[in-house]
């Protein structure tokens, strides 16, 4: 009993690190723009809208780190993102891969 409950224990331990792993991925914003960005719109089709919140804002020519929200783990990894900026418009949409290590979503002029 005891060759099996130990293998299945070491088993569980991978797997819920995993877990608490994928709900506290995070990812880096780069605005390499004169304005500051008051939030991001992420989309899966191009069409349906999300907003992401950013808390404060990410200045001009700033990088900021974001966690990602677990009630989207279960969405495909691929994205468009668009900014709002400050004073505003908004960029045109980008298409990042999220399940991508380290990832950066860089916006500029």
Request: with cysteine; charged share 20%; glycine share 0%.
């Given at each position: 009993m005891h060759k099996i409950m130990l293998p299945l224990l070491c088993l569980c331990g991978l797997l819920c690190a995993e877990l608490v792993h994928a709900s506290q991925y995070t990812f880096s914003v780069g605005n390499n723009t004169d304005r500051d960005i008051d939030s991001l719109s992420a989309s899966q089709d191009g069409k349906g809208w999300r907003a992401i919140r950013v808390s404060g804002g990410i200045p001009a020519h700033s990088m900021t780190e974001l966690r990602w929200n677990s009630k989207a783990d279960k969405s495909a990894c691929v994205w468009q993102v668009k900014a709002q900026f400050d004073k505003g418009g908004e960029s045109a949409a980008?298409?990042?891969?999220?399940?991508?290590?380290?990832?950066?979503?860089?916006?500029t002029d």
């Open positions: 980008v298409e990042f891969d999220f399940c991508a290590a380290d990832l950066v979503l860089n916006f």
